[in-house]
C-alpha cells in the first residue's frame, strides 16, 4: 500500500569520514592516489519500527596523468546500503555490501584562457548481494559513460 512507504520524518544522523591522498609528480605527469572511509549511524524510521542502523563506506581511486594531455583513472567502491536505499522494503533492517569498479580515461585539449576542456569515457561494473540480483537483471551490471569535463589550467608558484 502507499501509506507503507509514505515519507517519514527526519531524524539525527552522526557521521565520521577520513580520507588521505597522495601525489607525486614526474616531469609533466602526476599520479594521484586517495583513500576515502566513512561510517554513518542513525535511527532508521521503517513501517512499524525504528531501527539503529550503522553503514561503512570505503574508496580508492587513482588517476596517472601524462603530459597534461592524458589521463587514465581507476575507482574501487565498497559500501553498505540500508535496504530501503535499494528499495528492498522486504528486509527493512539490513545493511547491503554493494559495490563499483570504474576504469576510464580522458583527453584534455590545449588550454583556452586558463580553461583546459576534455573529454572522456568510463567502463564500470556494479555489484549487488546475489539475494537482490533478480531486482537488477543481474549481480554485475555493465555500465559506460561519456562525458566533457573543464578543469583550471596548471599554474606554478
Do not use: C
Request: aromatic letters at 12%.
Amino acid at each position: 500500500s502507499s501509506d507503507l512507504f509514505a515519507p517519514q520524518p527526519r531524524t539525527d544522523l552522526n557521521r565520521f569520514t577520513a580520507s588521505a591522498t597522495y601525489h607525486r609528480m614526474s616531469g609533466e605527469n602526476v599520479w594521484a592516489t586517495t583513500l576515502a572511509y566513512g561510517v554513518n549511524s542513525g535511527r532508521e524510521i521503517i513501517p512499524g519500527d525504528v531501527v539503529d542502523l550503522v553503514t561503512h563506506a570505503l574508496m580508492l581511486e587513482s588517476s596517472m596523468t601524462f603530459g597534461e594531455r592524458q589521463t587514465w583513472f581507476g575507482r574501487a567502491e565498497l559500501v553498505g546500503k540500508p535496504a530501503h536505499d535499494l528499495h528492498a522494503h522486504e528486509y527493512p533492517t539490513r545493511v547491503f555490501a554493494v559495490g563499483k569498479l570504474e576504469a576510464g580515461y580522458v583527453r584534455n585539449f590545449k588550454a583556452w584562457k586558463s580553461i583546459v576542456p576534455g573529454i572522456g569515457g568510463a567502463f564500470s561494473m556494479s555489484i549487488v548481494p546475489s539475494e537482490l540480483a533478480p531486482r537488477y537483471t543481474s549481480q554485475v551490471r555493465p555500465g559506460f559513460a561519456v562525458f566533457f569535463t573543464i578543469r583550471p589550467a596548471r599554474h606554478s608558484m
